[in-house]
């Protein structure tokens, strides 16, 4: 588990660095001085689905809220680190799962549209690794910790528009890890993919 929390902020950093070093980037190139790399805030609903599970185990609407840095708006291609606090739900015949975690995106942004103009529309791709750390459960109906796992990897990717530094994005989050680490056959081999619906501000 500590590796797996090394191994994300790791990650994380290195891209926010990469994301932060573009202005540099940019003025040796002759852009504008200015540059699109961004901060700002975002807030997020999740729609799940659990594959191979029994049809009693139904994944609720998830949601959460936290910051973002990079988008390098300015140019082609840019870095974007997220940290989101996520709340996500599962009800097993009356009993409920409840999942506080932390969700860390690093992903590539590539940008098409008026680049150059901070309130003109922007279109975008992203695309790369999330890592999900749970830092709270909350189980009731007999559930234990020993039935979820304590983190989690997998694969973002989508699409988004920004407009006078407010941005709407739609993305899947594809979980490579099982959602347990047991061999409980309710939950063996089950991963999540949830669609992603985000509001985003940015600030600069």
Excluded: C
Excluded at 25 to 32: F, P, Y
Excluded at 91 to 106: D, F, M, N, W
Excluded at 167 to 196: C, P, V, W
């Amino acid at each position: 588990m500590r590796s797996f929390k090394g191994a994300a902020l790791s990650i994380l950093v290195l891209l926010s660095s990469l994301a932060l070093a573009q202005p540099a980037l940019a003025q040796n190139q002759g852009k504008e001085h200015s540059s699109g790399v961004g901060v700002g805030v975002e807030a997020m609903a999740g729609f799940p689905t659990i594959s191979n599970v029994t049809p009693d185990l139904e994944a609720k609407t998830s949601y959460g809220f936290g910051l973002w840095v990079g988008g390098n708006r300015n140019g082609i291609v840019g870095f974007t680190g997220e940290f989101i606090y996520v709340v996500k739900k599962e009800t097993l015949l009356g009993a409920e799962a409840k999942h506080q975690a932390l969700e860390i995106p690093a992903v590539f942004h590539i940008n098409f549209g008026q680049r150059h103009n901070k309130n003109g529309v922007l279109g975008y791709l992203v695309v790369g690794p999330n890592f999900t750390i749970n830092v709270k459960d909350k189980l009731t109906g007999g559930l234990s910790g020993g039935n979820f796992s304590s983190a989690n990897y997998g694969l973002i990717y989508g699409a988004g528009v920004e407009f006078a530094r407010i941005a709407i994005e739609g993305r899947m989050n594809q979980d490579f890890k099982a959602i347990t680490d047991n061999n409980d056959a309710i939950f063996q081999d089950s991963k999540a993919r949830t669609f992603e619906l985000l509001g985003k501000i940015r600030f600069n």
